[in-house]
């Protein structure tokens, strides 16, 4: 049987056998754009659906898997621009969330704040070790506001009360903290990420599929209230009508001013 091919403006596509990597391949540091949103919601849906397809891998490249939101895209958009932005993500998050097979995460590189929250719609997780591979949500390092879901989210894994500690603290875990944090399931060299993943993938995928999906979404109910039974529209608003707030606006500003020096 000739193997589907699936195209994206921001991800690189491979089948493999019976399984696909989706690999993000968006800019130098693949921040998180409108279009990569677009696309993931996109290509885990048509998986999803693919009957040849009985699982998949989220990846980055080697040294790169995502710097997390572009926050200078952001700030430049306009209000209408900035909800469409905010309904992408948490509805990139969803297609994961609901994604009936075996999803699994392969975390080479830089993974904060946005980057970390997607990784965690996966079903298991796997990161490399390196000075620069980190993850985990410093978004109050630069005063800005974690929206509602992705909090939720974050504090689904780590707990609440570790979740907000860490929030408080920006911290940023490297791969051993991240294991013994409970945010990543192994800790591994660079290389040995993806080829562990994709080991790991076809454990799972010898499961019966309808044994699979049905134990996923009983497993993870409170993951799939927190992400898909929501009024996403109106979390997105919420989201950009919070950030109007005019001394907020400045220190964004005063960021990003600070970022374009650099």
Aim: with cysteine; net charge negative.
């Amino acid at each position: 049987m000739q193997q589907a091919t699936y195209q994206a403006q921001t991800l690189q596509i491979e089948v493999k056998d019976d399984y696909a990597i989706v690999q993000i391949d968006n800019g130098k540091v693949n921040a998180i754009s409108t279009q990569l949103l677009l696309d993931l919601i996109e290509i885990f849906n048509v998986l999803d659906k693919d009957e040849n397809i009985t699982g998949a891998i989220l990846a980055g490249r080697p040294h790169a898997f995502s710097a997390g939101l572009d926050i200078v895209s952001v700030a430049m958009m306009s209000d209408a621009e900035r909800i469409e932005y905010w309904e992408s993500y948490m509805y990139a998050m969803g297609a994961m969330v609901s994604f009936s097979k075996p999803l699994v995460c392969a975390i080479t590189g830089y993974a904060p704040a946005g980057a970390t929250i997607l990784a965690l719609c996966t079903d298991y997780r796997i990161m490399g070790r390196g000075a620069k591979h980190v993850m985990g949500m410093h978004e109050f390092k630069m005063s800005l506001q974690i929206p509602e879901m992705l909090c939720d989210v974050y504090a689904y894994h780590l707990g609440e009360i570790e979740a907000w500690k860490a929030v408080q603290q920006a911290k940023l875990y490297n791969s051993d903290e991240a294991l013994a944090a409970g945010l990543v399931d192994e800790s591994l060299e660079v290389e040995e990420v993806l080829p562990r993943a994709e080991a790991y993938l076809k454990t799972q995928t010898r499961v019966y599929h309808k044994v699979f999906a049905a134990s996923k979404k009983w497993f993870r109910k409170k993951l799939r209230d927190i992400v898909l039974n929501q009024d996403i529209p109106a979390l997105a608003r919420q989201t950009v009508a919070f950030n109007q707030d005019p001394e907020l606006q400045a220190k964004v500003l005063e960021f990003v001013m600070s970022l374009k020096k650099k």
